[in-house]
């Protein structure tokens, strides 16, 4: 969940850190510090808890000098957010510094024995230890990646780790196991990175480590190493986005650009994959999805389990709808943490769709883990591009949404939305369950949808909105309820998540019939009520739940298909949204409760880009 950047080369290093942390505050920011190896052979450490501002105000005018050093914003897991816990973490004598993301989950038997052996220890954090282990290891000079190479299988728990030593200049070395790492390559000069963004201002040429692999970085040089001790010779790939693409160019909050890059991002997710077909119809076009079908896997394939957490756990349940009412295969949506310690009963006969957006949530990629011993094939869905997910799947679906920086996932979601759309088409149509012309009515549908989300965004070009008015009302309150029935489900849940993740306001999502069995005990004139009154089988058993909350004297906000003129009958506020077929209707739908969110948290003044205790990359447990 941390931030890292390294840096090796010519140029002063502090610039290029900071510059890197800027881009990687999302991860975490908890706190932020640097360590610059000064050409006086000894390392300066500045730190500070907060924001990478705080930072930035005690570097001052006086930027660290040195053409080498490492740069972390942590996300707190062992002990307080304050000066002393924040990385890089240094041994005893100042020689080593370190900076590290995840978790060492031995650290206190390790702390315990080099205490015993006089070691002091400065932080409460996990990390700490692994700077004592690396002095203790060094100390008869033993070189420092071999010295790293060798304290690695003590370790238990998760790490990606960027090391320099005062007695090695011109030496990074870098070691991951189930957290991101990638080394970036420059001329004459050489970058480690936990994120591909921290480095598209230096460099797009980027080499991924995997899990075990330790890297040494020098301005020239770059060598992997793999756990059994052998060089391990990978090619760099080169990354399309562009520096551009994760700024805010304008925009007060990444959150708004990213709500508003959304029918790009819709776009790009369907680029090239719907084609005509000879019969003059349209079809879905998926290749990775259609070479492993080619493997003869699909008719052995009697269920589909989804993976996910958070956001990307809401769109699942909207692919269970797709997937079930047009490939007519039974979907069990999982979450990722529950899935992992259920003793799940799956087998070859189960297809898996794992959905990560970062591909290296901890929780989503054990899972992944557990189903791929079990034998089952596995389809991954991620916006990411070298991630973990890539490397445990038979085929993944990038979502192509283009760098998301908002801590709240907006444009990935609509983006993996649109993917499994498509999938659950492919599908569909390998099977046999869905007559040609239904699915070529549906795509053009779903080509229109990029489109139809422009109309319902164009709201947010006007200064002084609809939904912003219903925000100020919304920001005074505690609580706020969120229903809708089927994938009005879904997006209630979506919309509540993003409500309470950005305003802080407690908000739930419930399946519109389930009110009644307890959660309406909490509405009255002070808790409004969201309803997903969209056009539905479903629709008039929502306008009854929404009747039985007005009689509590609830206000109701609704969002509703254009057209519906009885539903200002029933509630208080409408957001309408273009009409498409039920299950196409999700990534309209959640628009108007994403601006909802993000004004209401504007009308609040709230952290809107990095609300309090998340991060964007859960990569613990
Ligand atoms: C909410 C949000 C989180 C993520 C969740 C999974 O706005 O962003 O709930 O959806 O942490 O992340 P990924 O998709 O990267 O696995």
Redesign the pocket.
């Not at 949506?333 to 006969?349: H, K, L, Q």
């Not at 085929?395 to 283009?402: D, E, P, V, Y």
């Not at 498409?580 to 601006?595: F, G, K, N, R």
């Given at each position: 969940m941390c931030g890292i950047v390294g840096y090796v080369g010519p140029r002063q290093a502090t610039p290029i850190l900071m510059e890197g942390l800027a881009r990687l505050e999302y991860r975490g920011y908890d706190s932020a510090g640097i360590a610059i190896l000064g050409d006086d052979g000894t390392i300066s450490v500045q730190k500070r808890a907060g924001k990478l501002s705080n930072l930035a105000g005690a570097l001052g005018e006086h930027m660290l000098a040195g053409t080498q050093g490492i740069g972390h914003t942590r996300w707190a897991t062992h002990g307080q957010p304050n000066d002393t816990n924040a990385h890089p973490h240094q041994d005893c004598r100042g020689d080593i510094a370190l900076v590290h993301n995840g978790i060492i989950e031995n650290y206190q038997e390790l702390r315990d024995e080099l205490r015993a052996q006089g070691h002091t220890f400065t932080s409460e954090t996990d990390t700490e230890v692994l700077a004592h282990l690396i002095e203790r290891a060094t100390a008869d000079g033993t070189k420092l990646a071999d010295a790293v190479f060798h304290i690695l299988p003590k370790l238990r728990g998760a790490y990606a780790l960027v090391i320099m030593s005062r007695r090695e200049p011109g030496v990074l070395v870098g070691a991951r196991s189930n957290i991101p790492l990638i080394a970036g390559l420059g001329d004459g000069e050489n970058y480690f990175a936990s994120d591909i963004t921290a480095l598209l201002r230096q460099t797009r040429r980027m080499v991924t480590l995997h899990d075990g692999e330790l890297a040494v970085v020098t301005a020239s040089s770059l060598r992997i190493i793999a756990p059994d001790g052998t060089d391990v010779q990978r090619d760099a790939i080169t990354v399309d986005w562009d520096a551009e693409m994760a700024e805010k160019g304008g925009y007060p909050h990444f959150l708004l650009k990213e709500m508003l890059e959304q029918p790009d991002a819709a776009q790009r997710a369907l680029l090239g994959r719907i084609i005509a077909t000879p019969a003059g119809g349209l079809a879905p076009k998926l290749p990775e999805f259609e070479a492993w079908a080619a493997t003869g896997a699909l008719p052995k394939i009697t269920r589909v389990v989804l993976l996910?957490?958070?956001?990307?756990y809401y769109a699942s349940l909207i692919a269970r709808a797709m997937i079930e009412r047009w490939a007519r295969l039974p979907v069990e949506p999982w979450i990722a943490s529950e899935f992992r310690y259920a003793d799940p009963v799956i087998g070859p006969d189960c297809l898996v769709v794992a959905?990560?957006?970062?591909g290296?949530?901890a929780d989503?990629i054990a899972a992944i883990k557990l189903a791929k011993a079990a034998g089952v094939p596995i389809i991954g869905i991620t916006n990411t591009v070298g991630s973990a997910l890539t490397r445990e799947v038979d085929a993944t679906l990038f979502m192509q949404a283009g760098p998301e920086i908002s801590?709240?996932?907006t444009k990935?979601f609509v983006a993996s939305v649109m993917v499994l759309t498509l999938l659950a088409l492919s599908l569909a149509a390998a099977r046999g369950t869905q007559p040609a012309d239904e699915r070529t009515a549906l795509l053009q549908q779903v080509e229109t949808l990029p489109t139809r989300m422009e109309t319902i965004l164009a709201v947010a070009e006007q200064p002084d909105n609809h939904i912003m008015a219903v925000a100020r009302g919304l920001a005074g309150c505690q609580s706020a309820m969120f229903i809708g029935r089927g994938v009005g489900y879904a997006v209630a849940r979506e919309g509540a998540?993003?409500l309470k993740?950005v305003s802080y306001i407690h908000a739930e999502g419930y399946p519109a019939g389930e009110l009644k069995h307890g959660p309406i005990t909490l509405l009255d004139q002070h808790t409004p009520l969201v309803a997903i009154a969209i056009q539905s089988h479903t629709y008039e058993k929502v306008i009854s739940n929404i009747q039985e909350v007005r009689a509590r004297h609830a206000r109701v906000i609704a969002v509703a298909t254009e057209g519906d003129r009885l539903i200002a009958e029933h509630a208080e506020e409408v957001f309408f949204i273009p009409a498409v077929d039920e299950l196409l209707a999700p990534t309209l739908a959640v628009i108007p409760l994403q601006l909802l969110a993000y004004y209401t948290a504007v009308e609040r003044g709230c952290d809107i880009d990095q609300p309090r205790n998340l991060a964007k990359?859960?990569t613990v447990e």
């Amino acid at each position: 969940m941390c931030g890292i950047v390294g840096y090796v080369g010519p140029r002063q290093a502090t610039p290029i850190l900071m510059e890197g942390l800027a881009r990687l505050e999302y991860r975490g920011y908890d706190s932020a510090g640097i360590a610059i190896l000064g050409d006086d052979g000894t390392i300066s450490v500045q730190k500070r808890a907060g924001k990478l501002s705080n930072l930035a105000g005690a570097l001052g005018e006086h930027m660290l000098a040195g053409t080498q050093g490492i740069g972390h914003t942590r996300w707190a897991t062992h002990g307080q957010p304050n000066d002393t816990n924040a990385h890089p973490h240094q041994d005893c004598r100042g020689d080593i510094a370190l900076v590290h993301n995840g978790i060492i989950e031995n650290y206190q038997e390790l702390r315990d024995e080099l205490r015993a052996q006089g070691h002091t220890f400065t932080s409460e954090t996990d990390t700490e230890v692994l700077a004592h282990l690396i002095e203790r290891a060094t100390a008869d000079g033993t070189k420092l990646a071999d010295a790293v190479f060798h304290i690695l299988p003590k370790l238990r728990g998760a790490y990606a780790l960027v090391i320099m030593s005062r007695r090695e200049p011109g030496v990074l070395v870098g070691a991951r196991s189930n957290i991101p790492l990638i080394a970036g390559l420059g001329d004459g000069e050489n970058y480690f990175a936990s994120d591909i963004t921290a480095l598209l201002r230096q460099t797009r040429r980027m080499v991924t480590l995997h899990d075990g692999e330790l890297a040494v970085v020098t301005a020239s040089s770059l060598r992997i190493i793999a756990p059994d001790g052998t060089d391990v010779q990978r090619d760099a790939i080169t990354v399309d986005w562009d520096a551009e693409m994760a700024e805010k160019g304008g925009y007060p909050h990444f959150l708004l650009k990213e709500m508003l890059e959304q029918p790009d991002a819709a776009q790009r997710a369907l680029l090239g994959r719907i084609i005509a077909t000879p019969a003059g119809g349209l079809a879905p076009k998926l290749p990775e999805f259609e070479a492993w079908a080619a493997t003869g896997a699909l008719p052995k394939i009697t269920r589909v389990v989804l993976l996910a957490c958070g956001t990307s756990y809401y769109a699942s349940l909207i692919a269970r709808a797709m997937i079930e009412r047009w490939a007519r295969l039974p979907v069990e949506p999982w979450i990722a943490s529950e899935f992992r310690y259920a003793d799940p009963v799956i087998g070859p006969d189960c297809l898996v769709v794992a959905i990560t957006q970062s591909g290296e949530t901890a929780d989503t990629i054990a899972a992944i883990k557990l189903a791929k011993a079990a034998g089952v094939p596995i389809i991954g869905i991620t916006n990411t591009v070298g991630s973990a997910l890539t490397r445990e799947v038979d085929a993944t679906l990038f979502m192509q949404a283009g760098p998301e920086i908002s801590v709240p996932a907006t444009k990935t979601f609509v983006a993996s939305v649109m993917v499994l759309t498509l999938l659950a088409l492919s599908l569909a149509a390998a099977r046999g369950t869905q007559p040609a012309d239904e699915r070529t009515a549906l795509l053009q549908q779903v080509e229109t949808l990029p489109t139809r989300m422009e109309t319902i965004l164009a709201v947010a070009e006007q200064p002084d909105n609809h939904i912003m008015a219903v925000a100020r009302g919304l920001a005074g309150c505690q609580s706020a309820m969120f229903i809708g029935r089927g994938v009005g489900y879904a997006v209630a849940r979506e919309g509540a998540l993003k409500l309470k993740e950005v305003s802080y306001i407690h908000a739930e999502g419930y399946p519109a019939g389930e009110l009644k069995h307890g959660p309406i005990t909490l509405l009255d004139q002070h808790t409004p009520l969201v309803a997903i009154a969209i056009q539905s089988h479903t629709y008039e058993k929502v306008i009854s739940n929404i009747q039985e909350v007005r009689a509590r004297h609830a206000r109701v906000i609704a969002v509703a298909t254009e057209g519906d003129r009885l539903i200002a009958e029933h509630a208080e506020e409408v957001f309408f949204i273009p009409a498409v077929d039920e299950l196409l209707a999700p990534t309209l739908a959640v628009i108007p409760l994403q601006l909802l969110a993000y004004y209401t948290a504007v009308e609040r003044g709230c952290d809107i880009d990095q609300p309090r205790n998340l991060a964007k990359s859960v990569t613990v447990e």
